[in-house]
């Protein structure tokens, strides 16, 4: 931490993180010879495919925080701004061996395989930035959000060798807010969260489910557009 001077301070922080037989879940294994042997097994019928969470994988995450604040006073109004950039990476340190029951049926790679690595990896942005600014006064409010988030590359295992790949581009989210407080109990607030009404790319033909999914469902921005409100609060 470092404050050169009253109005301005500056945080750093790096981490590194391990984690051993961490909960994740399996690829999906599917096949005839799988239907086969659950119903011979526990007489279970038409079942195509099954996952199920595994600890099954050991994980180191680097990273950095950097938070950047100034505020200032004016008379009874504040004026603060909030600068935050986060960088972090997972990688794959161990991976347990397949259970021989589900080798001896011609499955491999089934604990962790292709899609489950890249959720874990690289389905998430590895930067994240935000830029705050907020007002504050006896009787009113307001907050300025701009929101960046990184690429992400999203894999996908199909089965038969296709795998196929996609990389999502950096996204911005702006979000806005106003508050009016005219006494000291009562507060009422608008605002909107993603005011640009900003979408994330969309997904190609491989991977849409035949249009059914047009955005992935990993997207840090989501998939809902712009979204308004208007609250009271009352505290006592």
């Known amino acids: 931490t ?18 051993k037989d961490r909960i994740t879940i399996s690829e999906r294994i599917g096949g005839q010879d799988l239907t086969d042997y659950i119903e011979q ?26 938070v950047a604040t100034w505020a200032r006073a004016f008379g009874e109004s504040a004026l603060k701004v909030t600068g935050a950039f986060s960088y972090n990476k997972t990688e794959i340190d161990h991976v347990a061996p397949t ?8 499955f491999d790679d089934v604990l962790f395989g292709v899609e489950e690595r890249n959720t874990l990896t690289d389905a998430s942005p590895h930067t994240k930035g935000i830029l705050t600014t907020s007002w504050d ?10 929101t960046r988030y990184g690429s992400a590359v999203r894999v996908f295992n199909f089965g038969g060798g296709f795998e196929p790949r996609q990389e999502y581009g950096a996204k911005f989210q702006l979000d806005l807010s106003g508050q009016w407080k005219p006494t000291e109990h009562l507060q009422f607030e608008i605002g909107a969260n993603n005011i640009l009404d ?23 921005i989501g998939f809902n557009g712009a979204y308004y409100y208007a609250r009271a609060s009352y505290t006592f």
Not at 2 to 19: G, M, R
Not at 41 to 47: D, K, P, S, Y
Not at 50 to 61: H, K, L, P, R
Not at 137 to 146: C, D, F, K, S, T
């Open 2 to 19: 470092w404050q050169p001077i009253d109005s301005l301070s500056l945080t750093l922080d790096a981490f590194q993180i391990k984690v």
């Open 41 to 66: 097994t526990f007489g279970i019928q038409g079942v195509d495919s099954v996952n199920f969470f595994t600890n099954a994988v050991d994980t180191s995450t680097k990273g950095v925080d950097l």
């Open 99 to 106: 259970p021989p029951e589900l080798a001896a049926l011609g």
């Open 137 to 146: 006064a006896p009787h009113w409010g307001a907050l300025a959000r701009l």
């Open 198 to 220: 900003e979408y994330p790319d969309l997904s190609s033909d491989d991977i849409n489910y035949a249009g059914n999914f047009p955005y992935d469902v990993l997207s840090p």
